[in-house]
């Protein structure tokens, strides 16, 4: 899936982002590239990083309306020069962009999450430290970036890759990009939770902001357990990413975006009467569910629903209210 960056809506006033009269549409007039700094300059406290080389770090607050902060870690990542080796990017080259030259700087925006924070071995939890002026000793976590140089944009990293982050997108120096993990923030303190339309707005915005050209992101979305990819085209006709302008981008063994367009399409309008038909004389209890469900009113869904779309939707949203 891919995103152009354009046309996407503004902030909530429950996000959190550097002002509210910042506007990401027209903040900004360059290239990212130019972007990028200016956006450094103005808005980030840079944290000076001795033991970590070819990496330069930088924390932008963001605070919502109610004063609750949170803090966007950026670190550009760099390559040193080489005329016989070009840097290669495996998500680039796997959406299709093998043809776009790579640039030796990329930007990781982070979100740390809660155990990145607080593990002193990890480099977020070691730049939070030294931003608050406190003493940090030698650390001995993995570097981000490897030792063979002909593959540096692909290395094993335990800083980078880390499954703990709430947010972790990257976007290269010409502009290029991808969405790499989105981990909503649940905790006690609702002052602290961060839910994904949350995470997702301040990456939008920030891809807006800074004026990139395509972001991609593999579809990997789940709620309670459940794959969002394959259940929310069913019931909104797009992905749950096509809320911030994110559509087919690629996909493997050759489905094309008219293919995929139109088994979507199929599975929201089929009929109720063919599934109950289905199972019919074959599993009578599942029959029964998808009556409850079909009949069923509920706030914004009232009403008989007569597609297999229209019952997802409204599992999804009895599932979301559940949650809440």
């Not at 707005?201 to 789940?222: F, G, H, K, P």
Request: hydrophobic share 40%.
């Amino acid at each position: 899936m891919a995103s152009s960056g354009e046309g996407l809506g503004p902030l909530g006033v429950s996000v959190p982002w550097m002002s509210p009269q910042l506007n990401p549409a027209t903040a900004y007039n360059g290239a990212f590239r130019d972007n990028v700094q200016e956006f450094l300059k103005t808005h980030a406290v840079k944290v000076t990083l001795r033991r970590v080389r070819k990496i330069a770090a930088w924390v932008v607050e963001l605070k919502d309306t109610s004063g609750t902060a949170v803090n966007l870690h950026v670190y550009e990542e760099s390559v040193a020069q080489d005329k016989e080796r070009v840097p290669v990017c495996d998500c680039c080259r796997n959406m299709g962009w093998q043809n776009h030259p790579v640039c030796n700087r990329r930007y990781h925006f982070i979100v740390p999450g809660i155990p990145d924070l607080a593990d002193p071995l990890q480099l977020p939890a070691i730049v939070e430290a030294k931003l608050s002026g406190m003493k940090v000793s030698d650390f001995k976590n993995p570097q981000p970036i490897a030792e063979r140089e002909e593959d540096p944009f692909n290395s094993p990293a335990g800083v980078f890759d880390s499954k703990s982050h709430n947010l972790h997108g990257t976007l290269h120096a010409n502009g290029f990009g991808h969405l790499q993990r989105m981990n909503a923030r649940v905790t006690d303190d609702p002052k602290t939770s961060l839910s994904g339309q949350q995470l997702m707005t301040i990456w939008d915005s920030l891809c807006v902001l800074l004026a990139a050209r395509e972001v991609s992101v593999e579809d990997v979305s789940n709620k309670g357990g459940m794959l969002l990819r394959t259940l929310h085209p069913m019931a909104h006709g797009s992905t749950w990413y096509g809320k911030w302008g994110y559509n087919f981008g690629r996909s493997p063994f050759n489905v094309s975006n008219e293919h995929y367009s139109e088994c979507v399409e199929t599975m929201r309008s089929l009929p109720l009467g063919d599934l109950f038909a289905d199972f019919a004389g074959v599993d009578a209890g599942m029959q029964h569910i998808l009556q409850q469900y079909a009949r069923l009113s509920i706030p914004g869904s009232p009403g008989y629903v007569s597609t297999f779309g229209g019952v997802v939707k409204r599992m999804l949203k009895l599932l979301a209210r559940a949650i809440e």
